[in-house]
């Protein structure tokens, strides 16, 4: 298996100063290639010294033009990022990002050759109510509708009632809604494989029982990314184990 991927989305958890010292505290010390960092956008040239992996928390869904604002996935480019985030759970309540859009930004980030991570997940209701699969579904189809080449993408589960409140699914339920997820994509997109990380409340108690399961591909991490100590110290339990 290849080298799990680490996530780190900062969202929008630090103010200058405490950017500041944060990078100071991570310098040199992340070495493990398959790191990417989330900043907020607006300090994103303050990471660049860091030498890992950058990726921004959303894009707009056209290459040109004005949009206030906005972040174009050009502009991104040109800044050196690779990578972006598509779909957040944050973004689909607070501002009604639906999947229609979704499907657009990950167009306009595909055309500049960008990575995506589109983010999936159910909230609480839907789990509640058995609705987990129909709602990823939905969400997958729509949002990879008449994108043929999937090597640029992967899919981030988050299941919205994990993220931030230090709940995590049971090992049996990732197991079942990870494969899920790749068999549905695999079905829907000739035989291509993707690969799908796991996000939400994952931390450095929780990270050695989910590295034990081998279906997922890796690790999207909000709060505990943002504090340097616990983030490296995640980032190792990972690297000792592939
Ligand atoms: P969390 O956030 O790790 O703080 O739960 C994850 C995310 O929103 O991507």
Redesign the pocket.
Known sequence: MGKKIIIG?L?TNMDYETVVKYIERIKNRITYPAVILVPTSLYVPYFKELNIKLAVQNIYFENEGSYTGEILPSQAKSMGIKYALVG?S?RRKNLKENNQMINKKIKAGLKENMGIVLCVGETIEEKVLLETEDVLKRQIFTALKGIDDLKNIVIAY?PVW???TGKIPTERELINTIKFIKDFVKELKRGQEIKVLY????NIKNIESLTKIEEIDGY?????STKPEEFIEIINEVESLV
């Open positions: 989305n969202k957040h944050e988050e994990s993220i931030g996000g939400g409340s994952v999207l991490i909000g709060g505990a």
